[in-house]
């Protein structure tokens, strides 16, 4: 069965203090790799897709990696508004029934 | 606003209870999926509609039933509720097919189910 792990549960870091996120996967065939935010009480906000190994995405202080095991979320020079916790999912499926399978997420804490 | 309606964002009912969750699609998106996302198990992928029609079915319980209407709304029953049925309720769209080429899912803001 298709499974994703992210790794650490939680994460405290100083505001500028620069730190990666792990999301680890067992897939037959990756089809896309999405990594999601979310704020508390709200729903998931999408970041970035990747679908092949070595590639790269960056938005603001985000980077995205993809390898064929496991992805990184880079986050470079975090400030609080960063806090959150991020999500990755794998895409399963076929046309017309894909559905996300995600991880439990990585809950990031930016201490100013 | 992601675009993606759902209603009531709080709902407050007692064991055993049926009640039903509403979800309007982001504008042209034809795909509907709903997920439960509990304190211990993240977000589990519950059933998805694509033009009306169930397209896949994930870890839904028989108490549990959906269904997408013509205008491509959406509803999620749920009855002879328990209080492990307590959770956050998301529902999210895309195009469809192709939709998760274009990056992804559009999720609501939820619904938060408490039954006590």
């Known amino acids: 069965e298709d499974q994703v792990t992210q790794s650490p549960e939680a994460l405290r870091l100083q505001e500028g203090e620069s730190s990666s996120l792990n999301c680890s996967y067992t897939?037959?065939?990756?089809?896309?790799l999405f990594w999601y935010r979310q704020d508390p009480g709200k729903g998931p906000e999408f970041l970035f897709t990747l679908y092949s190994a070595g590639e790269e995405k960056e938005k603001e202080r985000l980077k995205a990696t993809l390898t064929k095991k496991e992805s990184f979320l880079h986050i470079t020079a975090p400030k609080p508004e960063d806090s959150a916790t991020y999500l990755c999912a794998v895409r399963q499926g076929g046309f017309g029934n894909e559905k996300l399978t995600f991880g439990t997420g990585t809950r990031l804490t930016i201490i100013p | 606003d992601s675009g993606v309606t759902q209603t009531p964002k709080h709902l407050i009912t007692a064991t055993g209870q049926r009640v039903t969750l509403r979800c309007s699609p982001r504008?042209?998106?034809?795909?509907v999926y709903w997920y439960q996302q509990s304190l211990d198990q993240g977000l589990q992928f519950l059933i998805q509609y694509y033009n009306g029609e169930e397209r896949a079915k994930g870890n839904i319980l028989e108490r549990f039933s959906a269904q997408q209407f013509p205008d491509l709304h959406s509803e999620l029953n749920l009855s002879s509720l328990e209080l492990g049925d307590s959770a956050l309720y998301f529902c999210?769209?895309?195009?469809?097919?192709?939709?998760?080429?274009?990056?992804?899912?559009?999720f609501g803001s939820g619904t938060r189910l408490t039954v006590v």
């Open positions: 504008s042209g998106d034809l795909s």
């Open positions: 897939v037959s065939g990756l089809r896309g």
């Open positions: 999210a769209s895309s195009v469809g097919g192709q939709g998760l080429l274009r990056g992804g899912y559009t």
